[in-house]
């Protein structure tokens, strides 16, 4: 079965600081992109960041960036200098390239932000 | 652009009543995905619809669930005979064209409960 998983349901960082969201997943394909949402008490889903599997490079948006381990099927986020506007939960997702059309998301983080 | 748009925000329907979410798509997209979010859960997929035909249903329960995506006009989820385990937040997303690279934009979903 094609899962992801979010280890933390939980996480908090002090105003300004650095935190990383960790996701891993399980797929038999090779071609895939991952994809990081926010989702404020808003319910806004917004995307925070993408990676395409063959990529090597990390992808980066900001104060955003990824840790892709393609091999350990692993995939974090990092928050820099953190934000209370960050506050919200993060999903992790992927999308398998060829076959079904559609994302597969892991149960969240819930982020708080402490001042 | 308005952008993904839902309504109602918010729906409230009695046991055995029917549920009539919709949907409109960005301009210029005529792709739109269907998710469930259980409360303190990620979003699953339900279906995938392009103008006026089902591509993906696998997601979607067989009995009391339905959707359409007529050619003029939103997109439609629409649960009979709700009950009590139908309450979650349904999100809409569009894309213009099948596949990841397009891009998904999600709506801000429609909160069912069921009393």
């Known amino acids: 079965a094609q899962t992801v998983t979010q280890s933390q349901p939980e996480m908090s960082v002090q105003e300004a600081e650095t935190v990383t969201l960790s996701c891993t997943y399980d797929t038999s394909e090779s071609d895939y992109y991952l994809f990081w949402y926010k989702q404020p008490p808003s319910r806004q889903m917004i995307l925070v960041i993408r990676q395409e599997a063959y990529k090597q490079q990390n992808a980066t948006e900001n104060r955003f960036s990824v840790n892709f381990q393609k091999a350990a099927k692993s995939f974090s986020l990092k928050i820099s200098d953190s934000q209370l506007g960050d506050a919200a939960m993060y999903f992790c997702a992927y999308y398998i390239i060829q076959g079904a059309q559609k994302l597969v998301f892991g149960q969240g983080t819930r982020l708080t932000i402490n001042p | 652009n308005a952008g993904v748009m839902q309504n109602p925000r918010h729906l409230v329907r009695r046991r055995g009543q029917e549920a009539r979410l919709r949907c409109s798509p960005m301009?210029?997209?005529?792709?739109v995905y269907w998710y469930r979010q259980l409360p303190e859960e990620g979003l699953k997929f339900m279906v995938y619809l392009q103008k006026e035909n089902i591509i993906d249903e696998s997601g979607m329960p067989k009995e009391r669930f339905s959707a359409e995506f007529p050619k003029e006009g939103p997109s439609i989820l629409r649960i009979q005979q709700v009950v009590r385990g139908d309450s979650a937040a349904y999100f809409c997303?569009?894309?213009?064209?099948?596949?990841?690279?397009?891009?998904?934009?999600f709506g801000s979903g429609t909160r069912l409960t069921v009393v």
């Open positions: 301009k210029g997209h005529s792709h």
């Open positions: 997303a569009s894309s213009s064209g099948q596949g990841a690279n397009y891009g998904y934009t």
